[in-house]
């Protein structure tokens, strides 16, 4: 059973940076195109960015330009690098396969952001 793991959330000032971090156990993350989700107060969990398993990427257009989304397989380890940060990033983020049979949800980092 794969177990993921998200860290990295905190409280930061608009413009400011943080990165994220997901460990997977039990099943390597290079195999499945994966991604990352955010879930803001009161609404729907949404699609941030994707890596595939060739490493191709794609971000929703809210945040492009300003995310960036990598994986490191020896540490099998996914990361999202958050930059120019606003308010409205505000939200729990996930991580978890892009398609099918998602894995079972982590309990997510939280990101506040500050105006």
């Known amino acids: 059973q794969v177990q993921l793991v998200e860290s990295g959330g905190g409280l930061v000032q608009a413009g400011g940076s943080l990165r994220l971090s997901c460990v997977a156990s039990?099943?390597?993350?290079?195999?499945?195109?994966m991604a990352w989700y955010r879930q803001p107060p009161g609404k729907q969990r949404e699609l941030v960015a994707v890596?595939?398993?060739?490493?191709?990427?794609n971000y929703a257009d809210s945040v492009k330009g300003r995310f960036t989304i990598s994986r490191d397989n020896a540490k099998n380890t996914m990361y999202l690098q958050m930059n120019s940060l606003k308010p409205e990033d505000t939200a729990v983020y996930y991580c978890?396969?892009?398609?099918?049979?998602?894995?079972?949800w982590g309990q997510g980092t939280q990101v506040t952001v500050s105006s």
């Open positions: 978890n396969k892009r398609f099918n049979d998602l894995y079972s």
């Open positions: 039990g099943n390597p993350l290079s195999r499945y195109a």
């Open positions: 890596i595939t398993s060739s490493g191709t990427t």
